[in-house]
């Protein structure tokens, strides 16, 4: 019997690729497998089935400490960044290994090939996840586009950059929304009772404060925001560009893409830019 998890992934790949005999071909690509692999050409690139990286496990503790306990200022900053640093390398790990996979996808296709059933499964997939348009109906040269779509969308975000908003945004984890909500970057949600509702909303306002179950899941969000929400199209930009010019990831001009984050703007960006360099946080980046 088919589970009820696996109807829910049937039904969503039917809905996303918009037509019965494309999802039909998924679907049977999702059952084949590695027989379809075993069908592949033998002048392609290799696969990688297993992406060299680090563990993308989060860290298993959920529970935000009591940084308000911490007297020392300075003590408390550190204890804030030591913490969230685990999480947000996690995602990060997990987003480079998904990279990775594109990265290779993108190499095939740049080679002449067509991919795999089971990597164009793959590839629909990360559209859904990432929210780029999917048609089940394009060739070779459309799977190419949408690759390289989903790479500006899909990938790292500098550790000082993340560590500085959460910051801000968290009062250093003392705040409301981060004790009682685990939102640690003050994103909003619209439906009623998903969250909290700010004591300062205007009258016509229809937002909460977004809670979290889990420190995992509020950063895995706040990523998923910048990856993907229109707001944030100069940030992808900029870091493509970096990307494209063999450049680390440099947190000063990529928070120069946030001034949609709040509506302080230019004057948010300064603060997140300050919090980097006063506390030295570019130390804490891979590159």
Known sequence: MITSSIKQVMASIWRYV????????????????????????NDRPERLSAPARVSAAAPELSVLPDFALVADVDARKQQFFDFLEAYVNAENARLLQRRETLTMFARVLANGHRLSPSE???????ALDYRVDFDS???RRGDAALVEQLLRRVDAIPVSLVLAQAANESAWGTS?????GNNLFGQWCYEEG??????ERADKA??????FNTIAAAVSAYFKNLNTHTSYEHFRRMRARMRDQEKNLDPIQLAYGLGSYSQ????????????I?????????DG
């Open 18 to 41: 918009r037509s019965p005999y494309a999802a039909g071909a998924i679907l049977i690509a999702l059952g084949a497998g590695a027989s379809a692999l075993l069908l592949q050409q």
């Open 120 to 126: 164009r499964v793959s590839l629909a997939k990360f």
């Open 137 to 139: 109906d394009r060739g």
């Open 176 to 180: 409301r929304f981060a004790v009682d």
């Open 194 to 199: 998903c969250g909290f509702v700010p004591l």
């Open 206 to 211: 229809s937002h909460e404060v977004r809670k």
């Open 264 to 275: 302080r703007g230019d004057n948010y960006i300064d603060e997140v830019q300050t919090i």
């Open 277 to 285: 360099q006063q506390n030295d946080l570019r130390l804490r980046d």
